[in-house]
């Protein structure tokens, strides 16, 4: 089973400000998705990232929302200016052979916005 | 809107029973239905897919798959303590994005 690492593990941030969360694959992969969960309720699809660019994107993925691999390992997102809303637990997956096979989950990262 | 729907729970069996967990779907034109565990405060930990109707046996979880009804189950075997957590149906559709359900929140009494 693939690996994936986030991190950080945790991250406080006051409104307004930038945070960068990152998710590093064990072994080369090609498709990655960014998931959130809000405390209680559903894990919601943010965006996935297919051949170095975005190949599909939610409603929730706004202007405020960047990915990039920008070393062709880590897999990032960015939040441009967070919001009290956009605190959750942000799930990196990777895919194993297509866009319709499973996804593995890492082990998340826990934004807290205050 | 895409949906997928499951009974939230909790639902509670005695150790060594067979727990049946359900989900139903909105979109006819899904092609792959997953079931996640989820364990509080932890990530999503894949237990088993499913591409085509019937069932599909993997140790003592089984996932069936009824497209016609758009419907898809997970039956655990000699549940055991340890599967308590909750169980998150999910589907794709011919794309990239991935709709889960909320969960249904399962206890095995020891």
């Known amino acids: 089973e693939p690996e994936v690492t986030q991190t950080p593990s945790h991250q406080v941030t006051q409104m307004g400000q930038e945070v960068i969360l990152r998710c590093v694959p064990i072994?080369?992969?090609?498709?990655f998705y960014w998931y959130r969960q809000i405390l209680g309720q559903k894990v919601e699809f943010l965006v996935s990232?297919?051949?170095?660019?975005?190949?599909?994107k939610s409603e929730i993925f706004d202007d405020q929302f960047s990915v990039e691999r920008p070393d062709g390992s880590n897999f990032t997102l960015k939040i441009r200016s967070t919001k009290l809303e956009d605190s959750a637990m942000y799930f990196c997956?990777?895919?194993?052979?297509?866009?319709?096979?499973?996804?593995?989950f890492g082990q998340g990262t826990r934004l807290t916005v205050v | 809107q895409k949906e997928v729907e499951q009974n939230s729970g909790p639902l509670s069996v005695p150790e060594g029973a067979i727990a049946s967990l359900n989900c139903t779907y909105s979109?006819?034109?899904?092609?792959?239905f997953f079931w996640y565990r989820q364990y509080s405060g932890k990530s999503p930990e894949l237990i088993m897919f499913i591409y085509s109707n019937g069932d599909k046996e993997d140790g003592r979880f089984t996932a069936q798959l009824n497209k016609a009804s758009q419907y898809v189950s997970l039956l655990i075997r000699d549940s055991q303590p340890s599967d308590s957590a909750t169980y998150l149906c999910a589907v794709k559709g011919g794309g990239f994005k991935t709709i889960f359900g909320a969960g249904t929140r399962l206890f095995v009494k020891a």
């Open positions: 997956a990777i895919g194993t052979a297509s866009m319709n096979t499973e996804a593995f």
């Open positions: 979109d006819r034109g899904s092609q792959s």
């Open positions: 072994s080369n992969h090609l498709y």
């Open positions: 990232f297919y051949n170095n660019e975005i190949s599909e």
